[in-house]
């Protein structure tokens, strides 16, 4: 049996969840997925090798662990050298590894609603079957999701574990800015006083630094998937959402966007005649919210039979200004408030614009993942927006985490049809 199938065959058996909850088996799975893989990038190889290392440590608790929300300021994590764990992304990885459905089922024992985002109701589970790590304190925010502070408050009162809760504004404002900021000095104190470690300007300077030298890298990876054709695939494209979720501030995401924006810019010069699959694009598309992580079936048929190649994806947009260690706090703060799904919807139909334009795509596809209000509320705009200027918009309904939830024969009409209206505007 291929060794990757036979791990995945033993995470579903009795020993499944002793075996995810060994730091070994991290070690491990880096053996298996990383040195005994073929990666097309080595940038994508890097960037595994860090998330098995990221949840060993959590495993290993030599580190206080720290749970995190997406889209809260990850480098307050790293400021004060906590262990990461985001269980939305491990709800991603379970779903990847068919361990999601007995979870799902799971929580719907622990009397979760089924109504609720699936990404929660698997952490919560997988946390109550002790396949992942307890934290030592939980760190979210409340702008663009309603669930995690919701999971997060749930999960502090059965745990006893203290949270920190970031109440961010509705709208911009130099009060909202001062708000965000006072709350985040206010975090940075309580956790000096939990870890025992004192936030000093040189650890500032080095986590900043880390995290604007990835941002820079980052512009590049998305100035040269500008190029037609694009240099990278749908698949490795969705990929360093990752990054979004785990990566900023942590040391290695800057070598990681740097080595794929070397690996990009060597295809488009040296490589384009020698590899015919970087032109296997006729429709370049922009993708939306988050991908389902239980089957790539739907994007590789998309590319290899349609020719639709993502090109772009809002979840590695970069929308925050660099940060300033000289004003730490008002820079995070900053960086929360810039984010374009917050506040009026005008905001995000703005940078989709943006994103059509510097792209040069043919057509918009967002995916309404079950139980995410703030996102799937806004597809009947955004189809009005990009109706408005002549850009084909495919809302497709689904699950990220629940495959059940997501009829691919009913999707594979929706694309298709798509796909003939990409068609008859290239006609």
């Given at each position: 049996?291929?060794?990757?199938?036979?791990?995945?065959?033993?995470?579903?058996?009795?020993?499944?969840?002793?075996?995810?909850?060994?730091?070994?088996?991290?070690?491990?799975?880096?053996?298996?997925?990383?040195?005994?893989?073929?990666?097309?990038?080595?940038?994508?190889?890097?960037?595994?090798?860090?998330?098995?290392?990221?949840?060993?440590?959590?495993?290993?608790?030599?580190?206080?662990?720290?749970?995190?929300?997406?889209?809260?300021?990850?480098?307050?994590?790293?400021?004060?050298?906590?262990?990461?764990?985001?269980?939305?992304?491990?709800?991603?990885?379970?779903?990847?590894?068919?361990?999601?459905?007995?979870?799902?089922?799971?929580?719907?024992?622990?009397?979760?609603?089924?109504?609720?985002?699936?990404?929660?109701?698997?952490?919560?589970?997988?946390?109550?079957?002790?396949?992942?790590?307890?934290?030592?304190?939980?760190?979210?925010?409340?702008?663009?999701?309603?669930?995690?502070?919701?999971?997060?408050?749930?999960?502090?009162?059965r745990y006893n574990k203290p949270l920190y809760l970031l109440d961010v504004?509705?709208?911009?404002?130099?009060?909202?800015?001062?708000?965000?900021?006072?709350?985040?000095?206010?975090?940075?104190?309580?956790?000096?006083?939990?870890?025992?470690?004192?936030?000093?300007?040189?650890?500032?300077?080095?986590?900043?630094?880390?995290?604007?030298?990835?941002?820079?890298?980052?512009?590049?990876?998305?100035?040269?998937?500008?190029?037609?054709?694009?240099?990278?695939?749908?698949?490795?494209?969705?990929?360093?959402?990752?990054?979004?979720?785990?990566?900023?501030?942590?040391?290695?995401?800057?070598?990681?966007?740097?080595?794929?924006?070397?690996?990009?810019?060597?295809?488009?010069?040296?490589?384009?005649?020698?590899?015919?699959?970087?032109?296997?694009?006729?429709?370049?598309?922009?993708?939306?919210?988050?991908?389902?992580?239980?089957?790539?079936?739907?994007?590789?048929?998309?590319?290899?039979?349609?020719?639709?190649?993502?090109?772009?994806?809002?979840?590695?947009?970069?929308?925050?200004?660099?940060?300033?260690?000289?004003?730490?706090?008002?820079?995070?703060?900053?960086?929360?408030?810039?984010?374009?799904?917050?506040?009026?919807?005008?905001?995000?139909?703005?940078?989709?614009?943006?994103?059509?334009?510097?792209?040069?795509?043919?057509?918009?596809?967002?995916?309404?993942?079950?139980?995410?209000?703030?996102?799937?509320?806004?597809?009947?705009?955004?189809?009005?927006k990009m109706r408005e200027k002549g850009i084909p918009f495919l809302a497709?309904?689904?699950?990220?985490?629940?495959?059940?939830?997501?009829?691919?024969?009913?999707?594979?009409?929706?694309?298709?049809?798509?796909?003939?209206?990409?068609?008859?505007?290239?006609?």
């Amino acid at each position: 049996m291929n060794p990757q199938k036979m791990f995945r065959e033993k995470l579903k058996g009795q020993l499944g969840r002793k075996l995810l909850s060994s730091p070994a088996t991290y070690r491990l799975a880096k053996d298996i997925f990383v040195n005994q893989n073929n990666f097309a990038f080595k940038a994508r190889m890097m960037m595994t090798a860090m998330a098995l290392d990221q949840a060993g440590e959590a495993y290993h608790q030599s580190k206080a662990v720290a749970w995190t929300s997406a889209f809260f300021p990850g480098e307050l994590v790293y400021l004060f050298d906590l262990a990461p764990f985001a269980p939305e992304a491990a709800a991603g990885t379970t779903a990847s590894l068919d361990l999601a459905p007995d979870l799902l089922k799971h929580s719907d024992q622990m009397g979760l609603s089924a109504d609720s985002c699936s990404f929660h109701r698997c952490a919560a589970a997988g946390t109550d079957l002790e396949y992942f790590p307890l934290p030592d304190f939980l760190l979210a925010s409340s702008h663009l999701c309603d669930g995690a502070p919701r999971l997060f408050q749930y999960m502090a009162r059965r745990y006893n574990k203290p949270l920190y809760l970031l109440d961010v504004p509705f709208r911009q404002s130099k009060q909202a800015l001062d708000y965000v900021a006072s709350q985040l000095y206010e975090i940075a104190e309580n956790l000096e006083k939990q870890t025992g470690k004192k936030l000093t300007d040189e650890r500032i300077k080095e986590v900043f630094d880390n995290s604007n030298r990835a941002r820079y890298h980052q512009l590049e990876v998305a100035g040269l998937r500008q190029n037609i054709p694009s240099p990278l695939n749908s698949e490795e494209g969705l990929a360093y959402v990752y990054l979004t979720l785990l990566g900023q501030g942590h040391p290695e995401t800057p070598e990681i966007y740097r080595t794929l924006a070397e690996e990009l810019q060597e295809i488009i010069e040296d490589r384009r005649d020698a590899a015919p699959e970087f032109k296997s694009e006729d429709y370049r598309l922009i993708w939306l919210h988050l991908r389902p992580y239980y089957s790539s079936e739907m994007i590789s048929y998309m590319e290899k039979e349609l020719r639709q190649k993502i090109v772009a994806e809002e979840m590695n947009y970069v929308y925050w200004p660099p940060l300033d260690p000289e004003k730490p706090f008002l820079s995070l703060a900053r960086k929360v408030l810039s984010h374009p799904g917050l506040g009026p919807i005008d905001r995000r139909l703005e940078t989709i614009q943006k994103m059509v334009n510097d792209y040069r795509v043919d057509g918009v596809i967002h995916f309404s993942h079950w139980g995410c209000r703030q996102s799937v509320g806004g597809t009947l705009m955004m189809r009005k927006k990009m109706r408005e200027k002549g850009i084909p918009f495919l809302a497709l309904d689904g699950d990220c985490i629940d495959g059940a939830s997501f009829p691919w024969g009913q999707a594979l009409t929706r694309i298709e049809g798509f796909h003939e209206v990409l068609e008859q505007l290239q006609a």
